[in-house]
């Protein structure tokens, strides 16, 4: 798909590789560790993450 070819071209202009985009994304979970209490809902943080550590594993699983 058109769409498809225009994420692998962006993620290959700006990150080198998925594997790079995966690093950043894995480094973004990990600072949501350290958000101020109530700064959000629990939910709303836990859907950010599952959403976040989705497209890391899809990334990884095109490089395979």
Known sequence: MVHDEVLVNWIEDTYGSPEELAKV????????????????????VQQVVAAIRG????LRLTKQ
């Open 25 to 44: 994304l894995d480094f973004g979970i990990e600072m949501l560790f350290y958000l101020e209490e109530d700064a959000f809902e629990r939910k709303e």
């Open 55 to 58: 497209i890391v594993v899809a």
